[in-house]
């Protein structure tokens, strides 16, 4: 018998945040050419002269951050409904001379210690949250140190914005001209209710058609890859809206106005029009230093120097390996990756199993002591590891990439146990 267990996470946060920051980061460009184009230093000549006294701009890291609360203040605030986190976190590595800009999503569940916080769930985007309480507001500053720190890379600009920030750029260049595959409804959660072929979408339809979850109407799916499609179709229709000459820059004074009032920043527009020279013409890469496969439900547990309490509180948190994660960055400057906690040698693990053959040879592949005890088969997979040993736990998480097993503290002194039943 299968036990319910819970089930993966969907990803459509992340996604939908991609795709906001995507908003974001042409807004800025196209933002970045009109203050050029349109003299906020003086003459024409004096911007020449302005920006080519610049010293030529060397890899670069800025942090692009989204903010999950509804209807904040600003950019920077918790907001209302429990939100005011950092639902997104990209940072964006430019190198000119490579000709290259690589986006990196950090992920936003990151099991992340936070020592000198009392925060019961401490995952990386929290962050956020506890600077937003702070007086000043220090939420953009506290996310850019926890990244600096995960990462190894040095941050200098950040860039925050939210669910306004979308609607209102697409707002400000008098929507988007999409091609809508299929019948698409979904009223319960993205309020989606679009009919097939070519139309200019506003703000808040956009915004439907890229939160999609599950479509109601058949002829146009309902799945994962589907609503990626959606968002790239939005951004590729979006960058043609700005970049078209035939606009005139028409356009451009409202996106400015939204610019300022949908996004925080610490650059200067002086800054905003080296950066956005910068990446003009570049190659645009995306990396991804999580995927739903390093996801599992960790159960509330004694955690000694990953908060102040010592114990964290059970919810969803994605496990990495900081090995493989510096080796992916490294070669964009990284010094070393932390998260306040390391993961065991595999090979010094013990692990008990009672499970499909399926979820026995990924441990065993992974390197485990494996010794199988019963032939379980179902999908719910439990693992229990020695009090005290919450990192073993975590590791045959990650070898069990199932991106819902449940990790427990257990009664067995000596090794880890997992059942499938």
């Known amino acids: 018998m299968s036990l319910p267990g819970p089930k ?9 945040w991609a795709i906001v920051i995507g908003v974001v980061v042409l807004t800025a460009a196209v933002v970045g050419a009109y203050l050029y184009t349109h003299n906020p230093y003086g003459n024409q000549g004096a911007v020449n002269d302005f920006v080519s006294s610049f010293r030529p701009l060397g890899p670069t890291n800025v942090l692009l951050i989204g903010n999950n609360a509804r209807n904040p203040a600003t950019p920077l ?14 940072l964006a590595h430019i190198d000119p001379k490579k000709k290259q800009v690589t986006l990196i999503s950090i992920p936003r569940d990151l099991l992340f210690a936070q020592p000198n916080y009392n925060d019961p769930v401490p995952k990386i985007k929290t962050m956020f949250f506890i600077g937003a309480r702070q007086n000043p507001n220090r939420a953009a500053q506290l996310t850019v140190q926890a990244v600096e720190k995960f990462t190894g890379m040095p941050i ?20 988007v001209y999409v091609d809508v595959p299929g019948r698409i409804e979904e009223l319960q959660h993205s309020h989606a209710n679009l009919y097939p072929g070519w139309q200019t979408l506003n703000g808040e339809e956009a915004l439907s058609l890229v939160r999609v979850r599950q479509n109601t109407a058949s002829t146009a799916g309902s799945n994962d890859f589907m609503r990626d499609n959606y968002q790239a179709m939005i951004l590729e229709a979006l960058k043609n809206k700005l970049l078209d000459k035939k606009n005139d820059l028409a356009h451009l004074p409202a996106l400015v106005t939204t610019w300022s009032k949908d996004v925080v920043t610490n650059m200067s527009y002086a800054t905003l029009v080296k950066v956005a020279s910068a990446v003009h013409g570049l190659k645009m890469t995306h990396i991804n230093l999580a995927n739903i496969s390093d996801s599992m439900l960790v159960g509330s547990a004694p955690a000694p120097g990953l908060n102040q309490e010592n114990y964290i509180t059970g919810a969803f948190y ?54 199988i005890q019963g032939s379980g088969a179902g999908s719910a997979v439990i693992v229990s590891y020695p009090p005290g040993k919450m990192t073993w736990g975590l590791s045959v998480g990650r070898a069990l990439a199932t991106g819902a ?6 009664t067995d002194p000596n090794a880890v146990v997992v059942t499938a039943p």
Request: aromatic share 10%; net charge negative.
């Open 8 to 16: 993966p996470r969907r990803r459509a946060g992340k996604r939908f």
């Open 77 to 90: 605030s918790i907001g209302s409904g429990g939100g005011g986190q950092a639902d997104i976190m990209m």
């Open 156 to 175: 200098t600009y950040w860039v925050v914005t939210d669910f306004q920030g979308f609607v209102d750029a697409i707002n400000a260049v008098g929507g």
């Open 318 to 371: 994605d496990i990495v390996d900081p090995a493989q994660v510096y080796e992916t960055l490294s070669p964009y400057g990284s010094t070393g990756v932390w998260t306040g906690w390391t993961l065991p040698d595999p090979s010094t693990v013990p692990v008990v199993m009672d499970a499909s053959p399926v979820y026995v040879d990924k441990v065993k592949a992974a390197g485990f002591q494996v010794t």
């Open 405 to 410: 097993s449940h990790i427990e503290v257990g």
